[in-house]
């Protein structure tokens, strides 16, 4: 009778000790999270040769996070059903497979998108793809390059098999290599007209001649931030007036910014994430040695649309994106 009563209360201190080892391994950063995992926890008999494998604890945690994620989708429709999409002329889709499914209706007409991400996580060719995708439907888009030469852009687009040719043959897509300091030479004028000394318009970008943009994508703005080093200021009142630009002529634009592979950041000043009316979010994810990419719509104004961390993969027709299956992989911690 004793005995059984001692078995029980060392039962319960067992327990306590599991959850903060659970919390523990929650808390810790990743890659000290093996090292926790492989520790092993004492029975509260003080023995040492009876153990609880603390990889139980870590699949249970797992488990905890898979339902999390699984949870039905929030603000997404109406009544929290998934939509039919009704498209009118107010909203666009992007054509990239499985991003739109992301979207309750599309991308909201002459909106302005951060499209962020670390190096080699599918920027370009997102923003390429969506271009080539609108061009065949017949609209105008620009693809400013400021990062890679146009054969390079499309070289790339033809590998992926796109026959960009083709759409700048018939005049729906445009590419145009811009220098950084072409930018800021411009500046000063945009400055004086900005303090009203000057009378005539002057454009933050110039738009080839005779060519209304419906798309226009920015590669990027890291790019034109860094032609204004050292004035930080005139960088901030820069990208006010080329928001106010692609505003004024109507273009829905992507605008890339290279960030760190897992941004907390999305952009060079934290302004244009404030003056941008979506951010895309591109990741390119290290598991070991293997890299996965994923991406999220981090804001969307006007649209109702998936806040979750989904799957991607860059193939060899371009970007295609898994709306269903969700990236948890410790997305805050590892890089
Ligand atoms: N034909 C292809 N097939 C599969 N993956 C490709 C192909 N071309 C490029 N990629 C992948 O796309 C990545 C570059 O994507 P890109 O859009 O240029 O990145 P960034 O975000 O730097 O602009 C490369 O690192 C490579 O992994
Ligand atoms: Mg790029």
């Known amino acids: 009778m004793v005995k059984k009563k001692v078995k029980k209360k060392k039962k319960v201190v067992d327990k306590k000790e599991i959850v903060s080892k659970k919390k523990e391994i929650k808390q810790k950063p990743i890659e000290n999270k093996e090292d926790l995992k492989k520790s092993k926890i ?4 003080g023995s040492s040769k009876k153990t609880i494998d603390v990889s139980e604890i870590a699949k249970e945690i797992k488990a905890e ?3 999390e994620q699984r949870k ?6 109406d009544d929290g059903k998934k939509v039919k999409k009704k498209i009118s002329g107010k909203y666009i ?8 499914d992301l979207m309750t209706k599309g991308i909201p007409k002459g909106n302005a998108m951060l499209v962020a991400g670390g190096a080699g996580s599918g920027k370009t060719i997102f923003c390429l793809q969506t271009l080539v995708n609108k061009a065949k439907e017949g609209k105008k888009c620009l ?4 990062e890679e030469r146009e054969s390079r852009l499309l070289s790339h687009m033809e590998e992926f098999g796109w026959n960009p040719k083709e759409l700048i043959d018939n005049g729906n897509l445009k590419i145009q290599r811009i220098n950084p300091f072409d930018i800021t030479r411009n500046v000063d004028a945009l400055l004086a007209k900005q303090k009203g000394e000057l009378l005539i318009d002057i454009d933050p970008v110039i738009i080839p001649k005779d060519f209304k943009p419906d798309f226009i994508a920015l590669d990027s703005l890291t790019a034109i931030a860094s032609a204004f080093t050292g004035k930080e200021e005139n960088y901030r009142i820069y990208i006010e007036q080329l928001f106010r630009f692609f505003e004024k002529i109507g273009a829905t634009s992507l605008l890339i910014t290279e960030t760190e592979q897992i941004p907390k950041i999305f952009s060079k000043t934290g302004v244009e994430e404030f003056l941008a009316d979506g951010v895309v979010v591109f990741y390119n994810l290290k598991h070991g040695n293997v890299r996965e990419n994923a991406m999220e719509i981090l804001k969307l104004r006007g649209a109702a649309h998936q806040k979750k961390i989904v799957a991607m993969q860059i193939t060899g027709q371009g970007i295609v994106i898994y709306p269903e299956q969700e990236v948890f992989s410790d997305i805050s911690e590892g890089s």
Do not use: R
């Open 72 to 77: 039905p989708l929030e603000n997404f429709g």
């Open 65 to 67: 996070q898979i339902s």
């Open 42 to 45: 004492s029975k509260a008999d």
């Open 93 to 100: 889709l992007t054509g990239v497979p499985g991003f739109d």
């Open 143 to 146: 693809y400013m390059s400021f």
